[in-house]
């Protein structure tokens, strides 16, 4: 089955305890993405990858990190975690540019 | 920023009648718009896309139009059904500054039985 997974799908951590989400993808997809969904404010971009070793900042980068070391996997890495990065986090990834994306079922993270 | 708006925040229809969502917005060099629905608990999902070289697209009770004038498109869904209830989201591909989609805030549709 086609699909994007993300790990863990929940998440409560402290304040400054480095954390990894995982997201790997099987459709063989050259762009992924990471987005942040908030409250009233629909989702937004904070790291994309067209490829392999290329990645690019989004809309709201700061306190995060990615890397693309395969095809598949696209982590995203939070070195010290802060309460405002309590949010729920979707990968996605797409085999045409940035259009067609699909989704991963979510993780809920709680930074208190 | 660019930006893309999108109006209602809630919506709530009675299953049977129509429901249109309607977004705007800013980057006139926009050329592509899709429309993802998020159930609870879930990612959301491609339900239907549009390209600046056409004005309207249709599947089965779901429709989009588009007008690049304005500046603004539409989601249609038709004979609304309970299991329609989600939220919806629009974007725009943004092409100054990169390749992005952009979304707007969602629209929290309830149909009620």
């Known amino acids: 089955e086609a699909q994007v997974t993300q790990n863990p799908r929940y998440l409560i951590t402290v304040t400054g305890k480095k954390l990894t989400v995982t997201c790997s993808q099987n459709m063989n997809h050259e762009y992924m993405s990471w987005y942040r969904q908030d409250p009233g404010l629909g989702l937004r971009q904070i790291y994309y990858s067209m490829n392999v070793e290329v990645t690019d900042k989004g809309d709201v980068p700061e306190g995060y990190k990615v890397s693309r070391k395969e095809k598949r996997n696209f982590p995203l890495i939070l070195e010290s975690p802060s309460p405002n990065q309590t949010s729920l986090y979707f990968c996605a990834s797409s085999g045409v540019g940035v259009r067609e994306q699909y989704f991963g079922p979510g993780t809920r993270l709680t930074v208190t | ?113």
């Open chain 2, 1 to 113: 920023g660019e930006n893309v708006e999108q109006h209602p925040s809630t919506l709530s229809v009675q299953e049977g009648d129509s429901a249109v969502i309607k977004c705007t917005y800013s980057d006139s060099a926009s050329n592509y718009f899709p429309w993802y629905k998020q159930e609870l608990g879930k990612g959301p999902q491609l339900i239907i896309d549009i390209r600046s070289n056409v004005g309207e697209k249709k599947d089965q009770r779901i429709a989009v139009t588009l007008n690049k004038t304005a500046k603004h498109f539409s989601l249609h869904i038709t004979e609304t059904q309970p299991e329609d209830s989600a939220v919806y989201f629009c974007a725009a591909l943004l092409l100054r500054g990169g390749n992005k989609l952009v979304f707007g805030a969602g629209t929290i549709l309830r149909v009620k039985s």
